[in-house]
Nanobody
């Protein structure tokens, strides 16, 4: 079982940037795609983006496309979510997760991290 720990969240002004990290421990990380989701208060968990096992393919939700970038360093078992041009509506708890292939379908998720809070002030 892969265990995931997110970090890097915090408070940032609108227009600013943050980089979230998702560090994996346990066996098998390299066999999984990694997905990012977010959940704002009172809303459903929303797909942010995903990266394939080898890091050669990325996918993004429409609301973050062109502003967020996902990358991974398999040697360090770490996946990053670079968030630029942040908006107040990006405020949420951000979660990383593993799945057999990149997915926006929460039913396909194998493991979830505990989440990290991102707050964007306007």
């Amino acid at each position: 079982q892969v265990r995931l720990v997110e970090s890097g969240g915090g408070l940032v002004q609108a227009g600013g940037s943050l980089r979230l990290s998702c560090v994996a421990s346990g066996r098998g990380f390299h066999a999984y795609a990694v997905d990012w989701f977010r959940q704002a208060p009172g809303k459903e968990r929303e797909f942010v983006g995903a990266i394939s096992r080898g890091g050669d393919s990325t996918h993004y939700g429409d609301s973050v496309k062109g502003r967020f970038t996902i990358s991974r360093e398999n040697a360090n078992t770490t996946v990053y979510l670079q968030m630029n041009s942040l908006k107040a509506e990006d405020t949420a708890v951000y979660y990383c997760a593993t799945s057999p292939i990149p997915t926006s379908d929460r039913r396909r998720i194998v493991s979830w991290g505990q989440g990290t809070q991102v707050t964007v002030s306007s």
